[in-house]
Every structure is written in C-alpha cells, then in structure tokens.
T-cell receptor
Framework: GQQVMQIPQYQHVQEGEDFTTYCNSSTTLSNIQWYKQRPGGHPVFLIQLVKSGEVKKQKRLTFQFGEAKKNSSLHITATQTTDVGTYFCAGPKWGGSNYKLTFGKGTLLTVNP | KAGVTQTPRYLIKTRGQQVTLSCSPISGHRSVSWYQQTPGQGLQFLFEYFSETQRNKGNFPGRFSGRQFSNSRSEMNVSTLELGDSALYLC??????????????FGPGTRLTVL
C-alpha cells in the first residue's frame, strides 16, 4: 500500500489565496522530493530537501522538511492560474532489495481566476 | 540535452494482446524507472533498471516485465492485457539509482487503452 501519505487530495482556491499540501511518512526519509504535474502533462521535478528542518523557497513556493524527517509541506503564496496541477511528494522507501522512490497520491490544485 | 522520450505516445489494444513500450533516458543517465499512473491510484512504481539489471520491483503481476539495454534504453512489456491495465505509463531517468540522492526526469508517457 501507499507508504507516503499526502493531504488533501483536492484543493480548490480563488486566485490570490494561499495553498498548502502536506506529506507524511511512517518512517524517516533520507530526502524528500516534490514534483508538479500539469493537466495532461508529466511530473516535473521541483525540489529536493535533505536536511532536518530544511526550508527552501522558489519564488512563491516554500518547501519544508520536518525535524524528524518524516513530514514535509509545500506552501504556495498568492496562487495564480499557472499553479494549477497535481503536486506530488516522493521519498525513498526500502523495497526489499533497494530503495525505490515512493510517491504520495498527490494533491490536485485548481485555481478559480 | 534532450529529455526523456517514450514511444509510442498513444496505444489502443484489446484484451489478451501484449504490448511493448519504449523509453530512451537522458544521455548519461543509467537508471530508468517505470510507473503506472491511474486516476484512482496515483503513481505506482513498476520497476527500476540500472546498468541493465533490475534493481527493484513493485507489486505488479508477472505479466509486467522490462529490460534495459547497454545504451540505457529500456522497454516494458505487458502480456495478456486486461482492461485494468489502461493507464498512463511513465518512465523516468536519473543519473544514479532513483531515490537515493538523484532526482528523476519523467518522459511524456504512453497512454495505453485496453478495449
């Protein structure tokens, strides 16, 4: 089953409102990655967080990695219609013989102009 | 550098048939991972190949198989297709093993429809 939980599943906002998606793992992660998939497109890498408590910013996007390295969040300030898409978090999970990158189910963000 | 390419982009098959999908990674990338994406299940990991060896496998039946060639290109095969195999199949490449330190670069996907 899914070992990386992501909430909410859907989020609809008015343009200009803020948006946050949360990612949780039952086990400590060595790193966490975030991807964005536009409607009809493919996932595109956004960022990787490695350190406990790490915070990184990309313009209006703020990414955080929890102190215990089990949770992460992505916050978008003042959403725009270009932010529409599904945001996935992903972390390496032991797959029995090697680590495999395990994705959360994603948060679909829609923005009303 | 050119991105990850996948062929074909769209495919329509009938139940019981088999299909082969192809993925060419970014030049220099040695790892290719395959994912199945469906609306209800999100991105499900199929398998990862690195240097022509399968390094990890997801929870899919044996009908799903893959291989990687010496030039890092990879193919995925699904035999005895079922209706539930209809999905977007994505491949992703990375320099090293995915998930350890390296990020993945996804191809545009192959949309498979099974009738």
């Amino acid at each position: 089953g899914q070992q990386v939980m992501q909430i909410p599943q859907y989020q609809h906002v008015q343009e200009g409102e803020d948006f946050t998606t949360y990612c949780n793992s039952s086990t400590t992660l060595s790193n966490i990655q975030w991807y964005k998939q536009r409607p009809g497109g493919h996932p595109v890498f956004l960022i990787q967080l490695v350190k406990s408590g790490e915070v990184k910013k990309q313009k209006r996007l703020t990414f955080q990695f929890g102190e215990a390295k089990k949770n992460s969040s992505l916050h978008i300030t003042a959403t725009q219609t270009t932010d529409v898409g599904t945001y996935f978090c992903a972390g390496p999970k032991w797959g029995g013989s090697n680590y495999k990158l395990t994705f959360g189910k994603g948060t679909l963000l829609t923005v009303n102009p | 550098k050119a991105g990850v390419t996948q062929t074909p982009r769209y495919l329509i098959k009938t139940r019981g048939q088999q299909v082969t999908l192809s993925c060419s990674p970014i030049s220099g990338h040695r790892s290719v991972s395959w994912y199945q994406q469906t609306p209800g299940q999100g991105l499900q990991f199929l398998f990862e190949y690195f240097s022509e060896t399968q390094r990890n496998k997801g929870n899919f039946p044996g009908r799903f198989s893959g291989r990687q060639f010496s030039n890092s290109r990879s193919e995925m095969n699904v035999s005895t297709l079922e209706l539930g195999d209809s999905a977007l199949y994505l491949c992703a490449s990375s320099e090293g093993l995915a998930g350890i330190t390296d990020t993945q670069y996804f191809g545009p996907g192959t949309r498979l429809t099974v009738l």
